[in-house]
């Protein structure tokens, strides 16, 4: 089955610079990469997705870029804000329902 | 607004209870799933359903069960044979199709007493 490895666990990094979180997954044949947030007591929140034909997307300051050939896919979040501070998951699908999670990575946004 | 349901928030058990976790969505989608979440082990898929009255085993469905007799809901049951419930349980839903998002609730923190 899949397998979705996801790095760093934590990241700190001062308010106004960027983090980057990349995970890497085994299936060739996954083809749908979604990001969740997740903020502390609450379930995850779909923040961007990206699918096998595009190399990579951008919803104002968060970005996400999908390498199929190293099997490796990174969110971007540039000029970050206290309130991005929470636990991001990324994850990847080969189609229909089985999704398979990463194991997050708790980011904490300094001011 | 439309979303996704999960009652209590908060549950506690017995030993050799079942508890039974309930998720309720108003977002017409056809699929629903649960999972249950450990301190850095991210998601774990336990039963999905892509429609009424029919249901797939997860990754780790041993010690529960659900059922799926409407489309809008999709309880839990955690069983006595559940040996290590204590955990963050999720639950999602989605459009029936290729490489559709889940949305999900926020959550059923179940603990042992």
Not at chain 1, 9 to 35: H, M, R
Not at chain 1, 81 to 96: H, I, K, L, M, T
Not at chain 2, 30 to 55: C, E, H, K, T
């Amino acid at each position: 089955g899949e397998n979705v490895e996801q790095h760093p666990s934590t990241l700190s990094v001062q308010e106004g610079d960027s983090a980057v979180i990349k995970c890497t997954y085994s299936d060739s044949a996954s083809n749908y990469f979604p990001w969740y947030k997740q903020e502390l007591g609450k379930g995850p929140q779909l923040i961007i997705d990206i699918r096998s034909n595009v190399g990579e997307k951008k919803d104002q300051r968060i970005a996400v870029t999908l390498n199929k050939t190293a099997k490796h896919f990174s969110l971007h979040i540039t000029e970050t804000q206290p309130e991005d501070s929470a636990v991001y998951f990324c994850a990847a699908s080969g189609g229909y329902q089985k999704v398979t999670f990463g194991t997050g990575t708790k980011l904490q946004v300094i001011p | 607004d439309g979303g996704i349901t999960q009652s209590p928030k908060y549950l506690f058990r017995k030993e050799g209870q079942n508890v039974t976790l309930s998720c309720e969505q108003n977002l017409n989608h056809d699929a629903m799933y649960w999972y249950r979440q450990d301190p850095g082990q991210g998601l774990r898929l336990i039963y999905y359903s892509q429609i009424v009255n029919d249901f797939q085993k997860g990754d780790i469905a041993e010690g529960y069960s659900v059922s799926r007799e409407k489309k809008e809901s999709f309880p839990l049951t955690v069983t006595s044979a559940q040996k290590n419930p204590t955990a963050f349980y999720l639950c999602a839903s989605s459009m029936v199709g290729s490489n559709q998002p889940q949305h999900f609730g926020d959550g059923t923190r179940l603990s042992i007493l």
